[in-house]
């Protein structure tokens, strides 16, 4: 069965950084759309970054210029550099994978990990 999961998640100083991994099984993914999520407390869901299968990015406007995504199809793993945080980016981060088509979407999600930035 196909799983995600996420690591590298935890509290960090405003200012400082975190590398999260995301982890997929059950088949390759590389010819697919992954993407991170977040979700803080009170707030609805949203698109951090995104990557094509030919690794072609896009990036919320509030984390331009401070996140990075990147792919390893070899090890079937997403990745999410985050530098410069701010106590705005606390949030729950998910692991994304779409599949599927236009009129008939799946989705896969990983468990999610705690980001914390304090001030």
């Known amino acids: 069965q196909v799983q995600l999961v996420e690591s590298g998640g935890g509290l960090v100083q405003a200012g400082g950084s975190l590398r999260l991994s995301c982890a997929a099984s059950?088949?390759?993914?590389?010819?697919?759309?992954m993407g991170w999520y977040r979700q803080a407390p009170g707030k609805q869901r949203e698109l951090v970054a995104s990557?094509?299968?030919?690794?072609?990015?896009n990036y919320a406007d509030s984390v331009k210029g401070r996140f990075s995504i990147s792919r390893d199809n070899a090890k079937n793993t997403m990745y999410l550099q985050m530098n410069s945080l701010k106590p705005e980016d606390t949030a729950v981060y998910y692991c994304?994978?779409?599949?599927?088509?236009?009129?008939?979407?799946?989705?896969?999600w990983g468990q999610g990990t705690q980001v914390t930035v304090s001030s």
């Open positions: 059950g088949r390759s993914f590389s010819s697919n759309i």
């Open positions: 994304n994978v779409r599949d599927g088509n236009p009129w008939n979407r799946i989705v896969y």
């Open positions: 990557i094509s299968s030919g690794a072609s990015t």
